[in-house]
């Protein structure tokens, strides 16, 4: 049985840590790479530390991974630094309610701006065909309430405190 209420310390209790754990998984199901349990522990261990020292520097300006992956994508969108919530919440893995709840704090911290969306223009100089879905009150408003996400160059994440 393996001994996991202690916390690992250093790197040679790691790699001991997973070379225990790699024999259990050979006695269990001795098909299983015990090369390949050891990598991927440490693959394991070097996410979670990278994730606790970016969520510690990140939390000095009050930002999370989301908060700063959906200003990074927002400076790194041709021409005019703006994405679709849409666009955004795919690129960064949030749910359509998670990217509002991102949106509206950076907006509210000055680090984006929301935007109205700018219709885009016919392809066919026909008319539009009137369907019961254009006309009804609900779509107008749901058309009217679409939004961009932009980020200008002056958009700066709040000093960190001293």
Known sequence: MLE????????DELVGFLARSAQAWDEIAPETDRDTVVVFGLLE??????RSVHSGVLARFELNLAEWTTIGMLRT???????S?????????????????VLTKLADAR????????????????PPHPSPARSSPRS?????????ASCSRRSR?????G
């Open 4 to 11: 996991t209420t202690t916390p690992l310390v250093g790197p």
């Open 45 to 50: 261990a070097a996410a979670r530390t990278w």
């Open 77 to 83: 969108s041709p021409p005019d630094f703006r994405r």
């Open 85 to 101: 919530p849409t666009e955004l919440r795919h690129l960064v893995g949030q749910t359509s309610a998670g990217m509002t709840r």
């Open 111 to 126: 680090l984006v701006r929301r935007e109205p969306r700018i219709p885009r223009r016919p392809t066919s100089r026909r």
């Open 140 to 148: 107008r408003s749901a058309r009217s309430t679409q939004s961009n």
């Open 157 to 161: 994440p709040p000093s960190a405190p």
